[in-house]
């Protein structure tokens, strides 16, 4: 069955460092795009980060800039986000997807599947 695997969410202090890992199963979705993307309690789901197939492009929202990094390894079939610097307000639940195809990537509608969730808190 298809399903993406994440794993790497957790606690942290601020200042501090998580690398996310998702890992697609069931499937090899190496000519996709995929995306992170983070839901806060009481929130929309919101874009994080996206990557393009063969790594040939990548794209963040402001507000992680400078501090977040998304990677992948077709070999192993999975995607990563890096996370350094974290701040309290990076604190959510991050979801992994496959993009549906196109040339946007900043909104959930453009993604077709979705993997279950990771929570990461932040602490003051």
């Known amino acids: 069955q298809v399903g993406l695997i994440e794993s790497g969410g957790g606690l942290v202090q601020a200042g501090g460092s998580l690398r996310l890992s998702c890992a697609p199963s069931?499937?090899?979705?190496?000519?996709?795009?995929m995306g992170w993307f983070r839901q806060a309690q009481g929130q929309e789901r919101r874009f994080v980060a996206a990557?393009?197939?063969?790594?040939?492009?990548?794209y963040y929202a402001d507000s992680v800039k400078g501090r977040f990094t998304i990677s992948r390894d077709n070999a192993k079939n999975t995607v990563y986000l890096q996370m350094n610097n974290l701040k309290p307000e990076d604190t959510a639940v991050y979801y992994c997807?496959?993009?549906?195809?196109?040339?946007?990537?900043?909104?959930?509608?453009?993604?077709?599947?979705w993997g279950q969730g990771t929570q990461v808190t932040v602490s003051s």
């Open positions: 997807a496959v993009h549906g195809g196109g040339s946007y990537y900043d909104s959930v509608p453009y993604y077709d599947y």
């Open positions: 069931g499937r090899t979705f190496n000519n996709y795009a």
């Open positions: 990557i393009r197939p063969l790594s040939t492009g990548t």
